[in-house]
């Protein structure tokens, strides 16, 4: 690493800032680049984002796409600064250090492993596999919002539910269409009933029932709970946008990556009213 490049200014983005920067473009409009260790950021990250630790970071600049704004966050804002002032002085054009890093963000925070999930994708799977495990993960959540509409104490609770299956419902009938369109033919249903048992994020249905907090008629909870499984999809669905060679398949995730952000807009609105009514 150039010792110059660590005197480049760059722009310090406060959180709220940061937050408006991303709300404002699309998932695949820019990145958000972890430069800590991967023992830092397996207990917790923001969720779909690169990791590139700062000690790699010149070997491995060719990760990173020029032409899109770059957000770099560490621990605290150090090692971040450090790697925004060299992408800086490297030509990337526009460039920000997250203040105060991860400490201070107040926004959806995820954990685990980098590989975390990859497993279910193979990184030379082709367009078409990509979408049925699309498909079985957009089932498997919805599966698990009916359970908990059959289990609701009330009619408030069903209907959140309700609503929230026929979202996953939606993403489905896309996605075989989506299928049918590109591969000629129906998307394999025997599949995905086969591995229904995958949610978005990559968890397991039954694991994820067994781990309800304060059981299905605890509104909060299952509030929080839900947001918690979205965060964890739109992580898995970052990390396979740059798991995948294939830009069919990674152009699939980051469109999932924008549902899965407005899913978490929606359940985040419903808690606030929620929360207001008491």
């Given at each position: 690493?150039?010792?110059?490049?660590?005197?480049?200014?760059?722009?310090?983005?406060?959180?709220?800032?940061?937050?408006?920067?991303?709300?404002?473009?699309?998932?695949?409009?820019?990145?958000?680049?972890?430069?800590?260790?991967?023992?830092?950021?397996?207990?917790?990250?923001?969720?779909?984002?690169?990791?590139?630790?700062?000690?790699?970071?010149?070997?491995?600049?060719?990760?990173?796409?020029?032409?899109?704004?770059?957000?770099?966050?560490?621990?605290?804002?150090?090692?971040?600064?450090?790697?925004?002032?060299?992408?800086?002085?490297?030509?990337?054009?526009?460039?920000?250090?997250?203040?105060?890093?991860?400490?201070?963000?107040?926004?959806?925070?995820?954990?685990?492993?980098?590989?975390?999930?990859?497993?279910?994708?193979?990184?030379?799977?082709?367009?078409?596999?990509?979408?049925?495990?699309?498909?079985?993960?957009?089932?498997?959540?919805?599966?698990?919002?009916?359970?908990?509409?059959?289990a609701a104490?009330?009619?408030?609770?069903?209907?959140?539910?309700?609503r929230l299956?026929?979202?996953?419902?939606?993403?489905?009938?896309?996605?075989?269409?989506?299928?049918?369109?590109?591969?000629?033919?129906?998307?394999?249903?025997?599949?995905?009933?086969a591995t229904?048992?995958?949610?978005?994020?990559?968890?397991?249905?039954?694991?994820?029932?067994?781990?309800?907090?304060?059981?299905?008629?605890?509104?909060?909870?299952?509030?929080?709970?839900?947001?918690?499984?979205?965060?964890?999809?739109?992580?898995?669905?970052?990390?396979?946008?740059?798991?995948?060679?294939?830009?069919?398949?990674?152009?699939?995730?980051?469109?999932?990556?924008?549902?899965?952000?407005?899913?978490?807009?929606?359940?985040?609105?419903?808690?606030?009213?929620?929360?207001?009514?008491?």
């Amino acid at each position: 690493m150039q010792w110059k490049n660590l005197f480049t200014p760059v722009a310090n983005l406060s959180v709220a800032e940061a937050r408006a920067f991303m709300d404002q473009r699309s998932t695949g409009d820019y990145e958000l680049l972890d430069v800590r260790q991967p023992n830092e950021y397996q207990p917790t990250h923001i969720p779909g984002r690169r990791l590139i630790p700062l000690g790699e970071l010149p070997a491995r600049l060719g990760e990173l796409d020029r032409r899109k704004p770059v957000i770099a966050y560490c621990a605290v804002g150090g090692r971040s600064k450090a790697a925004a002032q060299y992408l800086a002085g490297q030509g990337f054009s526009e460039v920000y250090n997250l203040a105060g890093g991860i400490k201070v963000w107040d926004g959806g925070k995820v954990g685990g492993a980098l590989e975390a999930g990859l497993e279910l994708l193979p990184v030379e799977a082709e367009f078409g596999d990509a979408l049925q495990l699309a498909f079985a993960m957009e089932e498997g959540s919805q599966h698990f919002y009916q359970h908990l509409e059959a289990a609701a104490a009330t009619d408030e609770l069903r209907h959140l539910f309700n609503r929230l299956a026929g979202f996953e419902e939606r993403h489905k009938a896309r996605l075989a269409s989506l299928f049918k369109e590109k591969e000629g033919r129906e998307l394999d249903a025997a599949l995905a009933a086969a591995t229904v048992g995958i949610m978005e994020g990559g968890g397991r249905l039954a694991d994820q029932v067994a781990a309800l907090p304060g059981g299905p008629d605890q509104i909060t909870a299952v509030l929080d709970f839900a947001m918690a499984l979205e965060t964890q999809a739109y992580d898995l669905y970052g990390r396979l946008v740059l798991h995948s060679k294939n830009e069919s398949a990674k152009s699939l995730f980051i469109g999932l990556m924008d549902e899965e952000r407005t899913h978490l807009g929606f359940l985040s609105r419903e808690l606030e009213g929620l929360l207001s009514r008491r």
